[in-house]
């Protein structure tokens, strides 16, 4: 008899339970597409969330798929809302790399250009959109670590789905299963801004095209009611037509709108935030914009705590996700390359296989391997291996492999120049590229540079350049060292300077952030002018050249070899605010053709260290020592460190030095210190105060004098702008040693 009431209760249990399930409404989620102005699901969320629903189904499409996805994995919605508030979206969405991603090749090559265009086949082309979206993907693999193993939708925390176009087909593609990563990537590519994501061979971008509120797919899922929460644009009356902008948002707008009349019929709780004022790319509003979904969701407080109780159970508990800082990835698998290979790619991710390493340095290594702009797409799974983690890298080669490059500049020592560049890669070799400049204007120059990338093993490179300039100099300079005739009636002369210099070397990275090199260098150096063609000279060599119309100082050609270590983690080549900067050369000089007769092997070394830190907001201090001398006893004078004038582009020994004009201070060694404060008042504007001493003469540290207060000081207060040609400054500086001032002007790149 116990048994068979036992029985009986169990049986009135199960049906009870059964009887009470099936009462309890299944509700879906569907957030629409709509740029920026999706932060107001989040805002929604957070109430729906404190009304106690719980959600059994998610479906989004552009922004509402990013927003639904992490809300999917398991994020509350308070966690989305620290998440995006802290975030900075307009950044990640520009796609800007950090300045230390790059090697010092691509460095110097992304600081010369002010316009860079493909041009295979001799013909233009341009990119498929402003945005690789390769931070923003950086940034989904990191938040959704946690279910980086989960490959169907159905299984995450909430069952999750959404949408993208094929732009082939113009067809919605459903995605509930995959990567979770690229599937909101994908959803979320909205045309001309990112480029297409590829994935199963199809071509997608933003679901938003065909289908940006997927309420019959959740309700397909099994949902009873819907809540939806539209954030997409209504159809703008005429007055607001008022650009070409303005209307293909309308077009585009046709289809959803439409659409829109019957889905909002068939969603039960309809929640549209009054984020007209807002536009889809107003992510420095995000606050703002949380705040209107709030207050959408909040006048329907009462029918959302409606549905809560028809749920009639206990709500489950979202568990809060802490992002993974860490990781161990000890296999690396790479799909794709073909042009690059397994050492190159290695090599720019610098991380050791099997160390546990921060998701900032997995970030790192993918954008040093965005950085070569090798790419149009660098795509990449995390997945469990039991003994760590496996990293897979789909990589799309990037086909073009020539580019036109151009730029332009002005300042007081090269003049005016315009640059024309053009760039090969893979000329020869897979990992290579070669680079010829070809500047026109007051003085000819020329740059070439072949560079084969290795990565971390040995890379192997080839440098040709030439430059020259012409500057007014004091003549007791040139008098004193090239053994030239005094003359009293001669102040100045006009020097024609041009160098002409060819390396081969090979580098390699040391501890991830150093880079090494050592090689060979021929070195064609002429110092010459007119002013001096009819005046008795000293120098035999001179003797020779005083009937012609130049007179030459110098016309030699010297083999040297050398070494050089470099450093540069600074945030920015002219306007750095924080990072640190090493550059260190030896040249040891063992031939020369002689033109002055004084030649014997000789060594030049030369150093320059830096510091840029931020004291306050939009405040920053630049700190740089720099110093050099030589070893030796040839009288060779050509290569001594020649101080003065202001600027970023290094040639032979001549250093920069406010308070000076240029070619004012010579010697064979020389210590320099100075300081720069840079104020930001205004983006991209900004105020320069700066400050240099130095002690220069000849052989300053086997004499001891470089110990000593400084002989030479210099001051200077300047303007600096952001220009779409690059840095424009002008500088007023100024040395108690001289009465006049001397004002500097730049624009452009310097090259």
């Known amino acids: 008899m116990k048994k068979h009431i036992v029985i009986l209760i169990v049986f009135c249990s199960l049906f009870l339970t059964h009887a009470q399930d099936k009462k309890r409404p299944k509700v879906g989620l569907v957030l629409s597409g709509g740029g920026a102005k999706g932060m107001a699901h989040i805002g929604a969320l957070k109430v729906i969330e404190d009304a106690g629903i719980e959600i059994d189904y998610i479906g989004g499409t552009s922004m509402g798929a990013i927003i639904g996805g992490l809300y999917a994995a398991g994020y509350t919605a308070y966690e989305l809302d620290s998440i995006f508030k802290s975030t900075n979206l307009s950044l990640l969405i520009q796609d800007k790399l950090p300045r230390n991603a790059k090697t010092f090749y691509e460095k110097d090559d992304a600081e010369r250009y002010t316009l860079t265009l493909p041009f295979d086949n001799f013909k233009v082309s341009f990119p498929e959109g402003i945005s690789g979206g390769q931070n923003i993907y950086n940034e989904f693999v990191k938040l959704l670590y946690h279910v980086k193993d989960v490959d169907n939708f159905n299984e995450l925390p909430t069952p999750f789905l959404c949408i993208a176009t094929n732009i082939e087909t113009g067809k919605a593609v459903l995605m509930d299963r995959g990567y979770l990563p690229e599937a909101m990537m994908a959803s979320g590519t909205l045309p001309s801004l990112f480029e297409p994501s590829e994935i199963d061979n199809q071509i997608l971008i933003d679901g938003g095209v065909v289908n940006n509120y997927p309420i019959d797919e959740i309700r397909a899922k099994g949902a009873d009611i819907i809540i939806g929460i539209d954030v997409q644009d209504d159809l703008a009356v005429r007055e607001s037509l008022s650009s070409a902008t303005d209307i293909l948002m309308q077009i585009n707008n046709y289809r959803t709108a439409n659409d829109m009349i019957k889905k909002k019929e068939k969603t039960d709780i309809y929640l549209k935030p009054n984020i007209k004022e807002f536009s889809v790319i107003d992510f420095e509003k995000t606050g703002k914009i949380i705040e209107r979904g709030e207050v959408a969701a909040k006048a329907q407080l009462n029918q959302l705590k409606a549905i809560a109780e028809q749920q009639n159970t206990a709500t489950k508990t979202k568990v809060s996700k802490s992002v993974k800082d860490s990781l161990t990835i000890n296999r690396l698998i790479i799909k794709g ?283 920053s201090l630049t700190l740089e020592s720099e110093a050099g001398f030589k070893l030796g006893t040839a009288g060779v004078s050509s290569f001594d460190f020649i101080l003065g004038g202001y600027g970023n582009q290094p040639i032979n020994n001549i250093i920069p030095f406010v308070g000076y004009d240029y070619v004012s201070l010579i010697g064979n060694s020389f210590i320099k210190a100075g300081a720069r404060l840079d104020y930001e008042f205004s983006p991209k504007n900004h105020l320069l105060f700066m400050t240099n001493f130095a002690n220069v003469a000849d052989d300053l540290y086997r004499t001891g004098d470089w110990f000593t207060a400084p002989d030479y000081s210099g001051f200077g207060i300047g303007y600096g702008l952001e220009s779409f040609l690059g840095p424009a400054q002008i500088l007023y500086s100024w040395t108690p040693q001289q009465n006049d001032g001397t004002l500097f002007f730049s624009i452009g790149y310097w090259f």
């Open 337 to 619: 390359n073909e042009a690059y290979t397994r050492g190159y790619i290695k090599g720019k991710l610098r991380f050791t296989l099997g160390n546990q390493i921060t998701f900032d340095k997995l970030q790192q290594g993918i954008g040093n391997l965005a950085a070569t702009n090798n790419f149009k797409a660098i795509r990449y799974k995390l997945t469990s291996n039991g003994l760590g983690t496996d990293l897979t890298l789909f990589l799309k080669e990037d086909p073009t492999r020539m580019y036109i490059k151009m730029g332009a500049h002005y300042d007081d020592l090269f003049k005016s120049a315009a640059l024309i560049n053009l760039t090969r890669k893979k000329l020869f070799l897979k990992d290579d590229v070669a680079s010829f400049d070809l500047i026109v204007g007051d003085h000819i120059r020329y740059n070439f540079q072949y560079y084969l990338d290795k990565g971390f093993y040995w890379s192997f490179g080839i440098n040709s350049n030439f430059a020259s300039f012409d500057e007014e100099v004091n003549y007791d300079i040139i008098r004193r060292n090239f053994d030239f005739g005094a003359n009293q009636n001669l102040s100045e002369i006009r020097l024609d300077f041009s160098d002409l210099t060819n390396q081969v070397y090979v580098q390699t990275v040391i501890r991830e952030e150093f880079a090494f090199r050592m090689g060979l260098e021929h070195k064609h150096l002429k110092f010459s002018t007119t002013t001096l063609n009819n005046l008795p000279p000293t120098n035999n060599q001179v003797e020779e050249n005083a009937m012609q119309d130049r007179v030459f100082f110098e016309k030699s050609d010297y083999i040297s070899t050398y070494g050089r270590l470099r450093f540069d983690t600074y945030d920015d080549k002219y306007f750095p605010t924080r990072g640190l900067f090493l550059d260190g050369d030896f040249h040891y000089y063992i031939y020369s053709s002689d033109f002055n007769n004084n030649f014997k092997d000789f060594s030049v070394t030369k150093g320059k260290l830096g510091m840029a830190l931020p004291l306050f907001p939009k405040l």
